[in-house]
């Protein structure tokens, strides 16, 4: 699966696909427009992945400070990306990133 492919999963289907972790899992609601369903599932995650994705819904949702937190907890500096790029590179580096690979 691609960045592109799981962003137009998001647009057809009504579930994530199978086996998505939790970051790309809340990536995923957030690009079907899903804000707060995103976000209950990101603050389920502890870890550096899970971090950058609540830093970049943060960042979406104009909160800077809160997505400058998570950002530091994630060891990324804001993205001076638009939000669109920024997600599908995200979204692209968790992918590459998963087990099985």
Known sequence: MTAEE??????ADAAPPEGLSL??????WAARGEWARAHEVVQ????ADAAWAHAWLHRQE???????????RAGRARSPAPLEEEWL????????????R
Not at 6 to 11: K, Q
Not at 62 to 72: E, H, I, V
Not at 89 to 100: F, R, S
């Open 62 to 72: 104009g909160d800077l400070s809160n997505a400058d937190y998570w950002y530091r």
């Open 89 to 100: 590179a995200i979204a692209g580096a968790l992918i590459a990133a998963a087990p099985g």
């Open 44 to 47: 389920e995650g502890e870890d």
């Open 6 to 11: 799981l962003r137009r999963s998001a647009e």
């Open 23 to 28: 970051p790309l899992r809340a990536l995923w």
